[in-house]
Structures are given as C-alpha cells and as structure tokens.
Nanobody, 125 residues
C-alpha cells in the first residue's frame, strides 16, 4: 500500500504563488509516476501535472504549463508543485496521485490507483 499526504494549500490573491507538497509513504514508485489533479466545484477532476519518479520527466496540462513546476525530492520521498501567477480559475481541491509502471505523459490519460485526501487552493480576484 501507499499513502499520499498533501499539504500547502490555502488562500492567495490572483497573481500570487503557492507550493503544494505530496509526501509518500509505503511502497515506492521507482518505475512509476506521481502527479497532481484538481477538481473545481461542479466540474470533473482534471489532470494538472506529473513527474516520472526515476527520470524526472515531466508533463503538464496546457493551461498550467508556463506557470506551474513539478519536482521531486528523493531523500524526502516528496513531490512538489510550485504554482505561480495563480488565477481565480485555478481554484479547486488539488489531489496528489501515484501510479506504478507508468510515465508522466500517461498520467494525463489514466485514473491512477493511489490518491491523497486533497488540499484546497482558493485564488481570490
């Protein structure tokens, strides 16, 4: 089993920044990927960004590509997502997710097996 615990959400004004963290425990994903998804009220959950654990290869949704950066820390078994130039439409619950034996790009097309509990991000205008 794997446990994913998100932190770092909060309230920020438009144009501001936040950094989300996803701490993983249990099994490791040396051959897999970890990603971030988000779900706004009344909308479906959508892919945001992912990173392949072993190579550091990343993949982003088009609307965050130039504003968000995903990274990982081997020693801390943690994935981060730095979010800059935040917009009100980025408001959502952000979920960390992990899937073994997959790539960062594939994370945009699948529903991973492992999920965190979510962290709220609210961007005010």
């Amino acid at each position: 089993q794997v446990q994913l615990v998100e932190s770092g959400g909060g309230l920020v004004q438009a144009g501001g920044s936040l950094r989300l963290s996803c701490a993983a425990s249990g099994r490791t994903f040396s051959s897999g990927a970890v990603g971030w998804f988000r779900q706004a009220p009344g909308k479906e959950r959508e892919f945001v960004a992912a990173i392949r654990w072993s190579t550091g290869t990343t993949h982003y949704a088009d609307d965050v590509k130039d504003r968000f950066t995903i990274s990982r820390d081997f020693a801390k078994n943690t994935v981060y997502m730095q979010m800059n130039s935040l917009k009100p439409e980025d408001t959502a619950v952000y979920y960390c997710a992990a899937q073994p034996f997959t790539t960062a790009q594939a994370m945009g097309d699948i529903r991973p097996n492992y999920w965190g509990q979510g962290t709220q991000v609210t961007v005010s205008s």
